[in-house]
C-alpha cells in the first residue's frame, strides 16, 4: 500500500544547483501532478502529465521540466536552483475512470540558499 | 482565467459553534469541485467532492453555480476539525486540477 512515493524527502541546495525530485505511484492511474505548497499561496500546480508520455504546464512552470519517464513515474528537475524555489513539493496521481481524486506523496522540502 | 478563491487565511471558531469556510471560482466550464484537508503531520487527503454530495465527519459542501461557490460547512465544530483546508477545481476539458490558497481552521476549546 505505498500509494504515491517522493524522494527525497528533504533536499537543501546552494543557487545554481540542480536536482530531480522523484515519484512513483502504484497505483496504475494516469494521470500525475507536480504542486508546490508555499505559505500564503497555497498549492500551486507546477506541471501535470494526463497520461504516459505527455505533459502540460500548470500555473508556475518556469524554472521546471518534467519527465513521465513511465505510467508509475513523474519526475520534477531544477536545473538552476534558486532561493524562489524553497518550497514543499508534492506529488500526486489520479485515476481518470471513475473519482477524479487526487492521491498525495508526503512532500519534500527544498530549501535553495 | 481559471481561479480559485479561499477569502480566509485563517479562520478561529470556538467548539460547538458551526463553521463555514469560503470558496468561490472563476471557470468557463463546468467544473468539478472538491475540499481537500491536511492534518497536522498528515498527507493531503480528500474531504469531499461536489458531485457525490455526501457529508463527511460532519461536513457538507454545495455547488452554487449561480454565485460560482462551493461553500463547506459543519453545524458543530469539533477540535479534530483543525486543519488546513483547501478548496480545488478540476477541469471539465482536461486533467488540470488547481487549488486556492487555503484556509487554517482553528478550532478554540
Known amino acids: 500500500n505505498a500509494g504515491v512515493t517522493q524522494t527525497p524527502k528533504f533536499q537543501v541546495l546552494k543557487t545554481g544547483q540542480s536536482m530531480t525530485l522523484q515519484c512513483a505511484q502504484d497505483?496504475?492511474?494516469?494521470?500525475m501532478y507536480w504542486y508546490r505548497q508555499d505559505p500564503g499561496m497555497g498549492l500551486r500546480l507546477i506541471y501535470y502529465?494526463?497520461?504516459?508520455?505527455?505533459?502540460d504546464k500548470g500555473e508556475v512552470p518556469n524554472g521546471y521540466n518534467v519527465s513521465r519517464l513511465n505510467k508509475r513515474e513523474f519526475s520534477l528537475r531544477l536545473e538552476s536552483a534558486a532561493p524562489s524555489q524553497t518550497s514543499v513539493y508534492f506529488c500526486?496521481?489520479?485515476?481518470?475512470?471513475?473519482?477524479?481524486?487526487?492521491?498525495f506523496g508526503a512532500g519534500s522540502r527544498l530549501t535553495v540558499l | 482565467a481559471q481561479r480559485v478563491t479561499q477569502p480566509e487565511k485563517l479562520l478561529s471558531v470556538f467548539k460547538g459553534a458551526p463553521v463555514e469556510l469560503k470558496c468561490n471560482y472563476s471557470?468557463?466550464?463546468?467544473?468539478?469541485l472538491f475540499w481537500y484537508v491536511q492534518y497536522s503531520r498528515q498527507r493531503l487527503q480528500l474531504l469531499l467532492r461536489?458531485?457525490s454530495r455526501e457529508s463527511i465527519k460532519g461536513f457538507t459542501a454545495d455547488l452554487n453555480k449561480g454565485e460560482t461557490s462551493f461553500h463547506l460547512k459543519k453545524p458543530f465544530a469539533q477540535e479534530e476539525d483543525s486543519a488546513m483546508y483547501y478548496c480545488?477545481?478540476?477541469?471539465?476539458?482536461?486533467?488540470?486540477?488547481?487549488f486556492g490558497k487555503g484556509t487554517r481552521l482553528h478550532i478554540l476549546p
Open positions: 497505483m496504475n492511474h494516469n494521470s
Open positions: 471557470y468557463s466550464g463546468s467544473p468539478e
Open positions: 500526486a496521481s489520479m485515476s481518470t475512470r471513475g473519482a477524479n481524486v487526487l492521491t
Open positions: 480545488a477545481l478540476s477541469h471539465d476539458r482536461d486533467d488540470k486540477i488547481i
Open positions: 502529465s494526463a497520461s504516459e508520455g505527455t505533459t
Open positions: 461536489h458531485i
